[in-house]
């Protein structure tokens, strides 16, 4: 018992060692905080964000469409003599005119009927809305997944800095047992020499996995937008989460969540509109027309009558541009071709989505059971290095075994953490993929 309060001790002024050499500030940072800075933070959020608001302003203004359309002109303006002659253009005389012009016109279109062409292209534009909301998912998917693969190799070499201080510190004291067995009689001064060596060695790991820390927290800040004098550090309680894997068949439906397989979706409904729109142009269009116009002076008498002339007008008009017989029809192919482009790329979609949930799924079991073998190998190799410690202090093994015994059980302890970030990364990676990230 005296010797476990021993241990917990030592790791615990390690840990606080290992925070203070590796930082001058810091602050603890757990994923969900993390993925919260991301959205308010991150450059490629905003640039996404506003693409998403430049769509839906684009469907807004896209349905202003149905309005009527209204049209006014006023103008005023000087009007100079007018000049008439014989069709030979002999006898010509000058006409005096009312010098001041005025004009006034208000014209009002309601289309009634465009084919479809109008609703088609609302459609079409709140397609694109929808795209640009679900690349935005995209866009936060990717980025937070970028950010976890930072954050998961910052907790894996903070857990790897433990180790290595835990080690140093076993390997200190084992230096002052070979030197005291030396001073006995009962090691020799090679022993002392090859595990100061391995001193050396870990302590050289420490300072590699110190750097990586800095390095690791520098590029999270970077995407965050934070200070990069501010260190970063992790959860610690990220590898107690617990983590259901639960089955294939669980993550496979939940891929039609997923943002890529939504899009595919909505790229082939952007196809279908366009296709109809296309063939829209085909129809006529119908529309209501009602103006007001009010000119002066009235130039067509001879002469002139220096008077306004107020008229106005309403009816139904009827437009159709027979061009489109012969020229619409490539467009109609074009995007019947785009169309099924579509469709083809969403079945693809679909056909990644399930390889590549299969394949986490399966490099998620096997990160499970790799934890259990690493565990019971860790355990293993704690007990051979007691063991061979015993009997090298005892002059019953060589220095050889403890270096080998040592190095074993170091190797298990990284192996053990190393396959718990493993698993947490195969989890996550399953809930990006299936756009629950």
Not at 301 to 306: F, G, L, R, Y
Not at 374 to 386: D, F, I, M, P, Q
Request: proline letters at 2%; one cysteine or more.
């Amino acid at each position: 018992m005296y010797k476990v309060l021993i241990r917990g001790f030592v790791l615990l002024v390690f840990a606080v060692s290992f925070v203070t050499n590796v930082r001058a500030q810091y602050s603890v940072l757990g994923i969900e905080e993390m993925f919260r800075l991301a959205e308010e933070n991150s450059r490629s959020a905003r640039i996404c964000d506003l693409l998403v608001r430049e769509a839906e302003e684009a469907l807004k203004t896209a349905e202003k469409s149905r309005y009527p359309s209204v049209e006014a002109s006023l103008s005023a303006g000087y009007l100079g003599n007018g000049w008439m002659s014989d069709r030979d253009f002999s006898s010509g005389k000058n006409i005096p005119m009312p010098h001041f012009s005025n004009n006034f016109s208000l014209k009002v279109t309601q289309v009634l009927y465009a084919g479809g062409a109008i609703d088609r292209a609302i459609e079409l534009k709140g397609h694109e809305a929808e795209m640009s909301r679900l690349e935005y998912d995209m866009n936060m998917q990717n980025l937070r997944f970028m950010l976890l693969g930072h954050y998961l190799d910052l907790y894996k070499a903070y857990n790897a800095g433990l180790v290595y201080g835990k080690n140093i510190e076993n390997a200190e004291l084992m230096l002052d047992d070979i030197r005291a067995s030396y001073k006995a009689g009962t090691a020799l001064k090679s022993d002392i020499t090859r595990y100061e060596v391995r001193l050396n060695t870990l302590r050289l790991g420490l300072l590699n996995t110190e750097n990586t820390v800095k390095v690791l927290s520098s590029d999270i800040s970077t995407l965050l937008c934070l200070d990069t004098a501010m260190l970063i550090m992790p959860d610690t309680t990220l590898a107690s989460r617990t983590v259901i894997p639960e089955t294939e068949n669980y993550w496979q439906e939940l891929k039609y969540n997923s943002p890529a397989l939504k899009a595919a979706e909505t790229g082939v409904n952007i196809g279908k509109t366009s296709e109809k729109m296309e063939k829209s142009a085909l129809l006529p269009q119908l529309a209501i027309v009602a103006g007001d116009n009010l000119d002066g002076p009235i130039v067509i008498e001879v002469p002139a009558i220096n008077s306004n002339f107020n008229y106005w007008y309403a009816g139904v008009g009827i437009k159709y541009n027979f061009d489109v017989l012969f020229k619409n029809n490539r467009r109609v192919c074009q995007a019947r071709l785009a169309l099924q482009r579509a469709e083809e790329q969403m079945m693809e979609t679909e056909e990644k989505l399930y390889d590549d949930i299969h394949s986490a799924y399966i490099r998620l079991k096997e990160a499970f059971e790799k934890i259990k073998v690493t565990e019971k190998s860790l355990e293993l190799a704690e007990e051979n290095y007691r063991e061979v410690s015993v009997r090298y202090l005892n002059g019953l093994s060589l220095i050889t075994d403890l270096l080998d015994a040592d190095n074993l059980r170091l190797d298990s302890e990284l192996d053990l953490v190393n396959a718990r970030i493993d698993m947490l990364y195969q989890y996550y990676l399953l809930e990006k993929i299936t756009g629950n990230l």
